[in-house]
């Protein structure tokens, strides 16, 4: 009983020691060498395979969208392509994908996904990710095309003003 006693207070002495360099703006990597944070955040990236997908095919944009199944599709096509090792479980795991995914602060569609081309304007529907979009897609949301139609005209207008000083 005593010794029940004695471990939990030296587990709480330990709390009050992290919360305490918590408070301090302190946190265990900062008692920690540069090169061993250094080897750590390595060791992260080494072992998460969306993030080498995410930085290589994607691009987080708010307003964004990106169909669920294509974005599957291009991230188990990325790591064949390269050979790289996903494990097993994930390779059967869509839902793995759309979890890391919102970690990310990608937000589910819930199939309310509305795709609208930027050459023909046609839309599609389906279920996908609200703020990620593939790199250089030709697909976007009605509100991120309205940004960048409202960004030209901007843009536009910019270059009157200035033509118009010029003269």
Same mark, same amino acid.
């Given at each position: 009983m005593a010794q029940a006693c004695c471990s939990r207070r030296s587990e709480l002495a330990r709390r009050? +020691?992290? /919360? @305490? /360099?918590? &408070? =301090? +703006? @302190? +946190?265990l990597r900062d008692k920690m060498p540069t090169s061993a944070v250094e080897a750590l955040e390595t060791m992260k990236k080494a072992q998460d395979p969306l993030a080498e997908w995410l930085e290589d095919c994607c691009e987080l944009a708010q307003d964004g969208g990106m169909? &669920? *199944? =294509? +974005?599957?599709?291009s991230f188990l096509a990325y790591h064949s392509e390269r050979n790289s090792e996903v494990p097993q479980s994930v390779k059967s795991d869509r839902l793995w994908f759309e979890r890391m995914l919102s970690v990310k602060g990608v937000r589910d569609s819930k199939g309310n996904l509305v795709l609208v081309n930027r050459k023909d304007g046609v839309e599609k529907r389906s279920r996908g990710f609200y703020g990620i979009q593939f790199k250089n897609s030709t697909w976007g949301t009605k509100a991120q095309l309205e940004l960048e139609r409202s960004q030209r005209m901007r843009d536009a207008e910019v270059k009157r003003d *200035?033509? @118009? /000083?010029?003269k």
């Open positions: 009050r +020691g992290y /919360l @305490k /360099l918590q &408070s =301090e +703006g @302190k +946190g169909p &669920s *199944v =294509e +974005g599957w599709k *200035v033509a @118009k /000083l010029a």
